[in-house]
């Protein structure tokens, strides 16, 4: 396809999310409950064309595409469980209030403060088909209209949750099954295309790897798209002095359950005094997974995110340092500000860690794996947003994807 085939595949995957926006904005909490309820026994019902479509996609892939990703990428019965399994909760949480807040103002007025959807969203990200879902779920409870653009290893899994389950599911309880829009080529100019119309899909949410994800966030700005970007992860990993061994060894193995994903652990920081006793028993449970330990000196950096080197991903890096805060410090300073944690039974130590990093999210004797929606606030994820700005900050789910309004009128 030529660039002006993607651009005007975009825009009609637009102009058709658009059309049928209004259709989810004004549903019932209960047509929009139905809808997910039909949308997780979809997935379990229709899950031998989505499993078809998946294995397609694998058997697609070049010799040369990283393990990682492969499992990344990758469908069995287990996982589409567990994405009916997190849908169905979806559909049980309860829906944000319209009216936020309320304040009387002089002359009889009243003024409230609203949530309005956006309309229609935009999403571009990796190839993993669970995030198509997780995604067109959001947005269905968030009743926003969206746009979704996927890598093209997961064309084929997308095309069939889509067509199976996301677009079924709406039209069963009654709305506009062209609400969620999937972008139907591999071809990586979709992914500016996207970006592209902001009177079409004023905010996209991109997810992916650090350089393209940060690129895209340019191009949408000087196009006038506004960016929840998801661009750098790495977990970080203190061993404080007064670590417990057994727990430290716990909390490298749990951190480390899989490797392309942003919340692993990356960085591991060991205090000098327990440097001889705690590193051998790190390194222990990074041999058993077949993970290398990267010691000092860092040729690429601390802060290096091996989950995006692909090949490289079975790498942590590792290096002493003399206090908590100093752990803190190079967590803020050479690390994304994803996530950070300390192992310790020292509250005070603790303290002064957490108090001292300013990261998204912070763990004390906690895996930063839990840095996820799902486990954190009991809802599928959109993305991880670090920006150091007002706005949804961290997990973004669908309680973030709506506009402040203000209305004043008549007490």
Known sequence: MTETDVMTLVGDAGRAARAAAPSLAAASGAALTAALDRMAALLRERREPVLAANAADIAALDDAFPEAMRDRLRLDADRIAAMAGQIATLAAAEFPETVVATRELPGGLVLEERRRPVGVIGANYEARPNVTIDVASQLVKSRNAGVLRTGGAAIRSATALMDEVVAPALEHAGLDGRAIQLVRTADRAAARALVSHPALIPLVIIRGS??????????????????????????????????????????????????????RLNLLLVHADRWDDLLPAAMDELTALGIDGVLPPHERGRGFEWALDEGNEANVTIDRVASAEEAARIANDETSGLAAGICTSDAAAANRFLDAYAGTGAFWNASTRLLDGFKLLAAPETGINVDHVPGPRGPVTFRDLALRQFVVRPA
């Open 210 to 263: 650090g350089p393209t994800t940060r690129e895209l966030s340019a191009h949408g700005a000087a196009h006038g798209v506004r960016t929840l970007a998801h661009a750098d992860g790495g977990g970080v990993l203190y061993l404080d002095a007064h670590a417990d061994a057994g727990m430290a060894r716990e909390l490298v193995r749990t951190s480390l359950d899989r490797l392309g994903v942003c919340n």
